[in-house]
């Protein structure tokens, strides 16, 4: 089992960056494929980001591509989501997710979830 917590988020200008983390407890996050969701009131969660369990492979959804990175640092148990030329678009609340199977774009692929962190892009 492992547990997730998100920080990072807040408040940033139309044009900014902001840089969110993950932090997992336990020794086996390495084993983990893990993704970035995101959610705004009154929908369901989306899929922004996923990455492999070794950090080899990424995939991201159309509209953030070539705007945001996911990486991962198993030696600290992070994973990351940079995120540059924000759009107020990109404002929500983003969730990290472990699971075992690789490049899931789908929150039922994944098996556990962190409390979540506001994003807000202002215009």
């Known amino acids: 089992q492992v547990q997730l917590v998100e920080s990072g988020g807040g408040l940033v200008q139309a044009g900014g960056s902001l840089r969110l983390s993950c932090a997992a407890s336990?020794?086996?996050?390495?084993?983990?494929?893990m993704a970035w969701f995101r959610q705004v009131p009154g929908k369901g969660r989306d899929f922004v980001a996923a990455?492999?369990?070794?950090?080899?492979?990424?995939y991201y959804v159309g509209s953030v591509k070539g705007r945001f990175t996911i990486s991962r640092d198993n030696a600290k148990n992070t994973v990351y989501l940079q995120m540059n030329s924000l759009k107020p678009e990109d404002t929500a609340v983003y969730y990290c997710?472990?699971?075992?199977?690789?490049?899931?774009?789908?929150?039922?692929?994944?098996?556990?979830w962190g409390q979540g962190t506001q994003v807000t892009v202002s215009s």
């Open positions: 336990g020794r086996t996050f390495s084993s983990y494929a």
């Open positions: 997710a472990a699971g075992f199977i690789t490049l899931g774009t789908r929150a039922y692929d994944y098996n556990y």
């Open positions: 990455i492999s369990w070794s950090g080899g492979q990424t």
